[in-house]
């Protein structure tokens, strides 16, 4: 897969949450903890619906926990809906949730959350 979830860093992976999707409950994405990284990544994505993984940097994700794993939940929501219709989906480079704004910036093996400063 990627070199983030490779090498002796591995051992230091923590799933933190675990999203399943209410219609098929056999896809489950978890939001892994890599520890010296310093990095959450999605782990089943790209298993489940052929789409890069999204990273979150630590220092985003940790302080606003609740918040990031409803903009997760969110983003598989939209995810999960275009593979029941059988329509493609792309990420949004930009996003509104609530009264706030994200952004994903595509890298080459992940797709990176943050809020828009």
């Known amino acids: 897969m990627s070199e983030l979830f490779s090498g002796p860093e591995s051992a230091q992976q923590i ?14 994405v978890e939001i892994v903890h890599l520890l010296e990284k310093g990095v959450l ?3 089943g994505i790209s298993t489940h619906f052929n789409l890069k993984e999204i990273a ?8 606003a926990i609740h918040e990031m794993t ?7 929501e939209r995810i999960a809906t275009a593979d029941d ?6 990420y949004d480079p930009e996003f509104e949730l609530g ?3 994200y952004i ?3 890298g080459e093996d992940f797709m990176i959350l943050g809020p828009k400063e």
């Open 85 to 90: 219709l059988k329509i493609p989906f792309r």
């Open 70 to 76: 409803e903009v997760l939940s969110y983003i598989l």
């Open 41 to 43: 990544i999605t782990h």
């Open 15 to 28: 799933v933190v949450a675990t999203i399943a999707n209410q219609k098929n409950p056999a896809q489950v």
């Open 99 to 101: 009264d706030k704004r």
């Open 104 to 106: 994903l910036q595509e």
């Open 56 to 63: 979150i940097p630590q220092n985003v994700m940790l302080p």
